[in-house]
């Protein structure tokens, strides 16, 4: 709300106090909603670009709030972010996700993503020990997604808890490629297993030569230091095509389903594409 007049300053003091007590509000639902169990994961296929078979999931968070339905989790994760939410939140979400996984067929992954904000606190080696344990899921088939912002911040001992983390046998992937300042360099910081070709990418290229030409020299990069790519946000056969041309190995997208409970997961035949 912005102020007027003379009375400005009060009226923008009102705005900042609604913001305040709007955050407050938030954050103690939140506290309620992880001690009333009201999250839930749904799952995204990831599918052989060249076979169809479906590989494994991407776990995404959703919040089955009382009131306003399913909140998606762009509106409480970065706030949780911001306290220590993430950290019990995000510590549910593994340790779901490998439940859930643990029944899946042995030769898929389950893909979770793992924030900046989780380093800060804690170490999550400890945490991506415990769910293994406690799921009994096999280390090999879980993949931890973590962005190049995990570097920025406490860079050499955010890769030495990296490194931790793939002695344990789980793959690192590198989430949102091309979206940060410095991606190419932070292939060469870290061994990662894989890398995920962001959607505004995916999104453009078959309109933009230019981006047609960034992912395929990503591709081009990624096989010759022995890293996987998976293509997110693939919607249409066009860019199924043109991402099969350029060798990409895994695509992720509605073409081949939105994110659902693992119900509705089905490993036993190639993904069915929309239309
Ligand atoms: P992300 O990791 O990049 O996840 C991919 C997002 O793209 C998901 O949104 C997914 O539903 C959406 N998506 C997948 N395919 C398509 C497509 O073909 N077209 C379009 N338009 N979108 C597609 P979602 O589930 O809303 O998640 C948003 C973000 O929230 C995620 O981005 C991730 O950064 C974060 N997030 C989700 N779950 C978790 C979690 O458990 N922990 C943490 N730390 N972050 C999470
Ligand atoms: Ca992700
Ligand atoms: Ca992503
Ligand atoms: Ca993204």
Redesign the pocket.
Known sequence: VKGEGRNGYSVYDDGLMEVADARQRLDSELRHAIANGEFE??Y?AIVDAHTRRVCGA?????WRHPRRGLV???EF?PFA?ESDL?DQ??QW?LRRACIEAAAWPDDTVVA????PA?FRRANPVAMIRQALADSGLPARRLEI?ITENVFLTGAEDNIAIVRQMKELGVSISL??FGTGYSSLSYLTTFPFDTV?I??SFT?NMTKRADCAAVIASVITLTRCLGVATIA????NHAQLELLRGAGVDFC????FG??APAADLDFSRPAVMKQ
């Open positions: 994961l749904h995204q991407e776990a995404l968070v959703r998606p989790p762009l994760i972010e993430i939140i995000g979400v979770v993503n793992l924030s989780q997604e989430d949102d995920k962001d959607r999104m997110e946000g693939v919607e992720q997208g509605y073409l939105r994110p």
